[in-house]
């Protein structure tokens, strides 16, 4: 029946992207959204769906080094530009990059369903490399919803992350910064 | 019995901080959640769910819906009437529920009909192209007016809008209150709220080989049950295999959910082909498997000059909602702990569980007990205000002793150990009270702040025993009376060990770590060096699941159980290869020993190997290979008495915990912030302390979303208003404080290391210490938190109307 046919947009779109380091291109429905496109399109199963209306944030990835809630974006909204999901820190569980290593040491995690998230958040936040109180931490992870630890946890796992990205991987100049600062 | 702090073993590996076994895999987003699991021609439904909450389902017309490309099929209750049984239930079987409505709806949000498509944006389409018509019935959102003659009628079958009614009268009430000095009364309200995970439910159904159906869900005791969600789908037991899929959270909401599989296996059953259902926050919001306890009470205690408390009489108007899938059992965890830590002998509980048009009830973290310590505390300091007494003093003077252990409770459960005093001491230790009650007036009288200080302790029963399911009922329609878990060790021919565990995967509560940690105590290994997998139901030994703070109980003692047998049977092959005797030999890191003597030893992979190719150098008539079970049942249970004057032991292993929060209340904005927050908690022995730490951070988080922010909400016409995340507030970061943690341990005598649970305390006690703080802080405006959630408009209405009455 036409109307159906009417109603339900079918039209597709081709997209080039660079996700996690390698250009990819696609043929997509428009209203194909950016997570289900990383989730099923790329098998990039980090990608969580918590809500799909913009509020846990469980969908959160990198575009141009900053974080987007996927769900709220299209696939070809995202085209020409640079996306990161957890897979580009390190998807070798046995060679964590210093912030997955980071939550681990803290157990910044319980469910591991909001992980990928608050994963790349923490990569976002420590791109300045400047130091931060746990209330500012606290402040700017408020954005993704944890149901499991309480959120004290990760912003530990957070500050640890800081030290070791400022520190080197034993994170060894503690919270002073001055070792780092030297070395 | 006492505090056996001195006279506890030295562990090795339990009690030590340890990474997590499960990170690495979820840290680099492979964690294999269902929404991650894809199958060949995997087909995906959407449901429509009904906007109405109580109606008539006249017709539903398909024909535009089957019409558009991709669509496969739709669903609907005719079909499950036609072809299914109703889904599993151990409420009374005269409320009988399917996945999809059956001739009417009962709230808004129940499932109408189910689209299948080869793609969700297909299905969720054709959802919206399916007409239905409903004839509205009157809609009962009041549980109180539900029992009234005339009220709409939820179930015909069942002929009433109660579900349940009994009083339960332990010890002698009416003298408790007769002899009391004081006795204080208090209308109370425990709003909804529900375990809400990240993660929705979900599962992948697919018809597989030899006519047997596999079904891949995140629920969490399916282990339990699958052989209920086979009649339910009329498929022999042996002809549907559940495989367990790690869930990404639960806190109750996934206990059962068999909703969700079930619909997905009738999905795939009447397709033929894959089938997955997963729900949207939408569909998890609003109908889910269920939401948490919804309570209304009138309730009295009895009090001596001296603070001692003499009785309790309790009357409870219980929101179930529309169906009753687990019968009134989160009233039974109430009854586990109904007297708290305190000594008092006199009970009275009235409970009546009725029907409404709302989402059913079931588990949260907590289940129920939660409720009634916050109605415990919230009397309790009510009566410590009346009579001029400090919230630990008139706590101190109730608490059961140390001596008094194993402690009888009225109502028949049993506490196996625990040092009340202790705990309270260590949190008064660790918060400078006197400082904070001083700081309290000087920053009333020198700033205008509005300081309090609250401090509530509670119970936390854990390892229930399936008992506990018809404790309440005279006459259960299925009285079971086990709730075991089971694991399988091997060792393989290389001496590496394999842990197969026969329950869901739920890494909230690292099971594998658990495990592993247990099994390198136990051989002293290196934990890391374990492989751990899960069965599914084809395979499985008697598993119950994560539930009820009973994992890390159940776990340890089932590879303790497994363990000892493989142990055994190593000193035999060592004895023989040694050409000792068996009890001369002992097992010390990794190698069985000459007790003693090092020197003359074999490492496990040469026995291991051994036992796997030398036959002829193994004692004659064993047989060859390394790998046991062990199926560990309820440590403790009775059976209660014929006429539930007693309703038997069933939740023995008892945890508990005090915690005190230092509180900031604006009383023009009504708005809450924490200045200082300590949480003391015993759970026995510690496996690993930075796993129980974080289950009490996460459950006190919990705790306080139920007591300032989470409402699932109806409106007096029944139609539900939390259907968002931006409705359904869970609390951020910038909610939730630091909590400072601390522990004391009185290990358990009935259970393997002493272990207890401590899944579910960080909730048990957040909204008793939260609601007392508020009173605190905004006492000369008369404030008391009768209840939760308690909102900053609340707050200020209570102020602004005792500015205006002067």
């Given at each position: ?13 081709t997209?080039?992207?660079r ?6 291109t696609r ?8 997570a289900?496109?990383l989730?099923?399109?790329l098998?990039?199963?980090?990608v ?11 969908c ?13 974006m299209?696939a070809v909204q995202?085209?020409g530009h640079e996306?990161e ?5 390190s ?8 912030i ?6 803290e157990q910044?995690l319980q469910c591991?369903?909001?992980t990928p998230?608050?994963?790349l ?7 300045d490399?400047?130091?931060r109180?746990?209330d500012?931490?606290?402040?700017e992870?408020?954005g ?11 912003i530990?796992a ?9 520190c080197?991987?034993?994170g060894g ?11 | 019995?006492?505090?056996v702090?001195?006279e506890?073993?030295?562990?090795k ?5 340890r ?6 895999r979820l840290?680099?987003?492979?964690g294999?959640y269902?929404a ?5 021609g995997l087909?995906?439904a959407?449901i429509l769910?009904s906007?109405v909450?109580?109606?008539t ?8 819906a ?5 669509v496969?099929?739709v669903v609907?209750g005719e079909?499950?009437k036609?072809h299914?049984?109703p889904?599993?239930n151990?409420?009374p079987?005269?409320?009988p ?12 949000g129940?499932a109408v ?6 793609s969700?944006?297909?299905?969720e ?5 399916l007409?239905?018509e409903?004839d ?19 179930h015909?079958?069942?002929g009433s809008?109660?579900?349940?009614e009994?009083?339960?009268e ?6 408790a ?7 204080v009364?208090?209308?109370l ?7 809400m ?10 018809p ?5 159906l ?8 399916f282990s339990y049950?699958?052989?209920l969600?086979?009649g339910?789908?009329?498929l ?7 495989n367990?899929?790690p ?8 206990f059962?959910?068999h909703?969700?599989?079930t619909?997905?296996?009738f999905l795939?059953l009447r397709t ?5 259902y997963v729900?949207?926050?939408l ?5 889910s498997?269920?939401?948490?306890s ?7 205690m ?15 108007v219980d929101?179930?909602?529309a ?7 989160t ?10 830590p ?7 509980y009235?409970?009546r569980?009725?029907l409404t048009?709302k989402?059913q ?6 289940f ?5 310590n916050?109605v415990?505390e ?10 001029g007494l400090a ?5 101190r ?14 109502g ?10 202790a705990?309270?001491?260590k949190?008064l230790g ?7 009650r001083?700081e309290?007036?000087r920053l009333?009288?020198e700033?205008?702040r ?5 401090l509530?302790t ?6 229930f025993?399936a008992?506990e399911f ?6 259960p329609?299925?009285p079971?009376?086990s ?11 290389t001496?590496?060990?394999?842990l197969?565990l026969h329950c869901?995967s739920?890494w909230?509560?690292s ?6 940690t247990?099994?390198?105590?136990e ?5 890391e060096?374990?492989n ?20 890390t109980?159940?776990?340890a ?12 049977k190593l000193?035999?092959i060592?004895?023989?290869t040694l ?10 890191d990794?190698?069985v ?7 003359k030893s074999?490492s496990?992979?040469e ?7 030398f ?6 008539g064993?047989?060859s290979?390394?790998?046991e ?10 059976l ?5 004057s ?5 939740y ?17 904005t009504g ?9 003391v908690?015993d759970?026995?022995t ?5 796993s ?6 996460g ?11 989470e409402?699932?909400?109806y409106?007096?016409?029944g139609?539900f208003k939390?259907?968002?995340f931006?409705d359904?507030?869970?609390?951020t970061?910038?909610?939730v404080?630091p909590?400072?943690?601390?522990h004391v341990e009185?290990?358990?005598?009935f259970?393997e290391?002493?272990?207890?649970g401590?899944?579910?305390g ?8 939260v609601?007392a703080?508020i009173d605190?802080?905004?006492r000369e ?11 900053p ?5 209570t ?5 205006a009455?002067?």
């Amino acid at each position: 029946m036409t109307s159906t046919e009417n109603k339900y947009d079918t039209d597709t779109r081709t997209v080039t992207l660079r996700v996690n380091g390698r250009e990819v291109t696609r043929e997509v429905p428009t209203r194909l959204t950016l997570a289900d496109f990383l989730r099923d399109d790329l098998d990039l199963v980090s990608v969580h769906l918590g809500c799909e209306h913009g509020v846990c944030g469980c969908c959160t990835v990198l575009l141009d080094g900053g974080s987007v809630r996927s769900c709220l974006m299209l696939a070809v909204q995202a085209v020409g530009h640079e996306v990161e999901t957890v897979e580009s820190l390190s998807a070798d569980q046995n060679n964590l990059h210093p912030i997955q290593e980071a939550f681990a040491e803290e157990q910044g995690l319980q469910c591991g369903f909001c992980t990928p998230a608050m994963v790349l958040r923490t990569k976002e936040i420590l791109a300045d490399g400047q130091e931060r109180s746990d209330d500012e931490v606290r402040d700017e992870i408020s954005g993704i919803l944890c149901r499991c630890t309480g959120y004290q946890n990760i912003i530990n796992a957070v500050q640890n992350a800081g030290r070791k990205l400022r520190c080197g991987a034993s994170g060894g100049c503690g919270t002073a910064g001055d070792e780092a600062k030297g070395a | 019995m006492t505090t056996v702090e001195n006279e506890k073993p030295q562990y090795k590996y339990i009690g030590a901080d340890r990474k997590r076994v499960e990170d690495p895999r979820l840290l680099v987003g492979r964690g294999g959640y269902i929404a991650d699991l894809k199958l060949p021609g995997l087909l995906h439904a959407a449901i429509l769910r009904s906007p109405v909450p109580h109606a008539t389902i006249r017709s539903i017309d398909a024909t535009e819906a089957l019409k558009l490309p991709g669509v496969v099929a739709v669903v609907t209750g005719e079909d499950c009437k036609a072809h299914m049984n109703p889904c599993m239930n151990f409420g009374p079987s005269s409320i009988p529920q399917f996945p999809l409505a059956v001739d009417k709806v009962r709230y808004v949000g129940e499932a109408v009909a189910a689209v299948i498509a080869e793609s969700r944006y297909i299905a969720e389409d054709a959802v919206e192209l399916l007409e239905v018509e409903f004839d509205d019935l009157p809609a009962v959102t009041n549980p109180v007016a539900a029992m009234e003659p005339g009220a709409a009628l939820l179930h015909e079958g069942h002929g009433s809008n109660i579900g349940y009614e009994r009083t339960f009268e332990f010890g002698e009430v009416a003298e408790a209150f007769s002899g009391a000095d004081l006795v204080v009364e208090d209308t109370l309200h425990w709003g909804r709220s529900a375990g809400m995970p990240m993660e929705t439910s979900g599962a992948v159904a697919r018809p597989g080989l030899n006519g047997v159906l596999e079904i891949f869900c995140n629920s969490l005791n399916f282990s339990y049950f699958s052989f209920l969600i086979a009649g339910a789908l009329k498929l022999p037991s042996n002809r549907l295999t559940m495989n367990p899929v790690p869930a990404g959270g639960s806190f109750g909401s996934k206990f059962t959910a068999h909703k969700v599989p079930t619909l997905a296996g009738f999905l795939a059953l009447r397709t033929g082909r894959p089938v997955s259902y997963v729900e949207d926050r939408l569909d998890h919001l609003m109908n889910s498997d269920h939401h948490a306890s919804d309570r209304y009470y009138d309730a009295k205690m009895g009090f001596t000059s001296e603070g001692i408390i003499t009785g309790l009489d309790v009357d409870v108007v219980d929101d179930y909602g529309a169906y009753m899938q687990f019968g009134v059992g989160t009233h039974g965890n109430a009854f586990s702990q109904i007297v708290g830590p305190y000594g008092f002998r006199n009970v009275k509980y009235h409970l009546r569980a009725v029907l409404t048009n709302k989402c059913q009830q079931g588990a949260y973290r907590g289940f129920g007990s939660e409720v009634h310590n916050w109605v415990l505390e919230r009397l309790i300091d009510k009566a410590a205000a009346e009579l001029g007494l400090a919230p630990e003093e008139i706590r101190r003077r109730n608490f059961i002793q140390n001596d008094q252990f194993p402690y009888k409770i009225p109502g028949g459960n049993v506490y196996d150990s625990g040092n009340y005093p202790a705990v309270l001491d260590k949190a008064l230790g660790m918060i400078d009270l006197e400082h904070w009650r001083k700081e309290q007036k000087r920053l009333r009288e020198e700033e205008g702040r509005y300081i309090g200080i609250g401090l509530a302790t509670t119970q936390e029963r854990s390892v229930f025993s399936a008992t506990e399911f018809w404790a309440l009922n005279d006459n259960p329609d299925f009285p079971l009376t086990s709730s075991p878990e089971s694991a399988t060790v091997t060792i393989d021919p290389t001496g590496q060990f394999q842990l197969l565990l026969h329950c869901q995967s739920m890494w909230g509560n690292s099971p594998e770590t658990v495990g592993t940690t247990v099994l390198a105590e136990e051989f002293g290994i290196e934990p890391e060096t374990v492989n751990v997998s899960y069965a599914d139901t084809a395979r499985a030994l008697p598993g119950t699941g994560p539930g009820g703070s009973r994992y890390t109980v159940m776990l340890a003692g089932a590879v303790r159980g497994a363990s000892r047998k493989l142990q055994r049977k190593l000193v035999d092959i060592a004895a023989h290869t040694l050409e000792v005797a068996p009890e001369d030999l002992e097992l010390v890191d990794a190698r069985v020993q000459v007790t003693g003597a090092p020197e003359k030893s074999l490492s496990l992979a040469e026995l291991a190997s051994t036992a796997y190719f030398f036959a002829l150098n193994m004692p004659p008539g064993m047989e060859s290979g390394l790998e046991e079970s062990f199926t560990y049942d309820h440590p403790y249970t009775t059976l209660p008495a014929a006429d539930r004057s007693d309703l038997g032991v069933f939740y023995p292993i008892m945890g508990h915990a005090c915690h005190i929060a230092v509180m900031e209340v604006d009383p023009d904005t009504g708005r809450t912030s924490f200045l200082d927050y300590v949480a003391v908690h015993d759970a026995g022995t510690m496996v690993n302390p930075k796993s129980l730490g974080g289950h009490v951070t996460g459950g006190a988080a919990q705790g306080l979303g139920s007591t300032l922010y989470e409402e699932l909400a109806y409106d007096d016409e029944g139609q539900f208003k939390s259907s968002t995340f931006l409705d359904y507030l869970v609390p951020t970061a910038n909610e939730v404080p630091p909590f400072r943690l601390g522990h004391v341990e009185t290990p358990s005598p009935f259970t393997e290391y002493g272990i207890k649970g401590g899944g579910e305390g960080g909730r048990m006690v957040t909204p008793s210490v939260v609601s007392a703080a508020i009173d605190d802080a905004l006492r000369e405006y008369g404030m008391r938190v009768r209840e939760l959630p308690v909102k900053p408009a609340d707050i200020v209405a209570t102020v602004q109307a005792s500015i205006a009455r002067g």
